[in-house]
């Protein structure tokens, strides 16, 4: 009877100390909780660049998925069973994703999404200095989208600490730099440990008097297409508002979204049927879509990375008003080798 005694108690000793250090994690969750303003100034130039309106411009785009993500990993949010890669791969892909865009410091405008400042999943290393490094004739802006002290999922390993962000590099020195955050978050507790989603928005001076507004976004990935629908809204708000204005509006990034009509060429086994789309309704018709349909920007992640059985998409792209034009578009075929997005590169020319 003595040991039953015992054993209840130290049972009931467990079951209080789980409970007083979950309360305990809540507590601190909310105090330390990353709550942005809706609009954040990141940088004002007093003596911004001029470009001329009639020139062409070069624009990448590229979810470098925190150098985290390379073709040997699955992901337990997407239904694999990892969490972070080995260190000595996190380095490997750090160094290539830094390379490929030294080889390509010539493109004009360069957005990135998931770059790393100070996580567990990607050892701490400071991915935006690594890149910036790499970049050093761009002007570089960041804006945080995910700053949590630590995420318990999953419990027997969890990701830890994560300080992430978009970050936006730039030949040309902008008047303005903004980050704007975008509506609907996933409820309490969840969204004390989840990610606050934001685009960034660079304004630059044009000889006709006009801006060209460019924006790095990355919207949500894992609702039920309520969150996406709101933040989508939002955003359609703010360009249709820039281009009455009479500015050049140029919206890239990953949008975890198919744009409208899209229609792959890709092996039928390859397609991911269940990826949500951008309506075809959601703006008049003569705005631009601007994307390369031979191939895929995006696998799934449920497993590494086969090339005859990963389901692979289209879900980073650009958008144009109708004053701006493409005569180029490629995603560059990096086989998901450092991260599970491909790049995506454009030439543009304001009309």
């Known amino acids: 009877m003595k040991i039953i005694k015992i054993v209840l108690k130290s049972l009931l000793i467990l079951i209080i100390a789980a409970v007083l250090g979950f309360i305990g994690l809540i507590i601190y969750a909310l105090v330390t909780d990353y709550k942005p303003k809706e609009q954040e100034i990141i940088s004002i130039s007093q003596k911004p660049s001029v470009l001329a309106d009639s020139v062409g411009f070069t624009m990448l785009t590229w979810n470098i998925g925190y150098a985290g993500l390379d073709k040997k990993m699955d992901f337990f949010f997407d239904g694999g069973t990892k969490v972070i890669t080995p260190q000595e791969n996190c380095l490997e892909n750090l160094t290539e994703i830094g390379n490929f865009l030294e080889r390509n410091d010539s ?45 318990p999922k999953p419990v027997t390993n969890p990701m830890g600490k994560v300080l992430s962000g978009i970050a936006t590099f730039s030949k040309y020195l902008a008047v303005s730099s903004y980050r704007y955050k975008f509506p609907g978050d996933f409820g309490f507790p969840t969204q004390l440990f989840w990610l606050d989603r934001c685009f960034i ?49 140029i919206a890239g990034g990953d949008w975890n979204q198919c744009p409208p009509d899209f229609k792959p060429v890709f092996k039928e086994n390859q397609v991911n049927a269940s990826q949500m789309a951008v309506s075809p309704n959601y703006l008049p018709s003569e705005w631009k879509w601007i994307y390369d349909p031979t191939s895929p920007s995006n696998r799934s992640v449920m497993a590494a990375y086969d090339p005859a059985t990963t389901a692979t998409t289209v879900i980073d792209f650009f958008l144009l008003s109708p004053n701006i034009e493409s005569d180029f578009v490629k995603c560059i075929k990096l086989d998901f080798e450092y991260s599970d997005h491909n790049p995506v590169i454009m030439h543009v020319k304001l009309k």
């Open 107 to 151: 493109i004009d405008f360069i957005l990135l999404q998931e770059v790393d400042m100070g996580s567990k999943r990607s050892f701490h290393l400071n991915e935006y200095d690594t890149i910036l490094n790499k970049l050093k004739d761009h002007y570089p802006l960041f804006a945080k989208n995910y700053d949590v002290f630590f995420v």
């Open 201 to 249: 928005v660079n304004r630059y001076l044009l000889t006709n008097g006009k801006e060209l507004v460019i924006i790095n976004t990355h919207n949500e990935a894992f609702d039920e297409g309520d969150i996406r629908k709101a933040q989508m809204e939002y955003l359609k708000t703010f360009i249709l508002n820039e281009y009455n204005r009479g500015n050049y509006v």
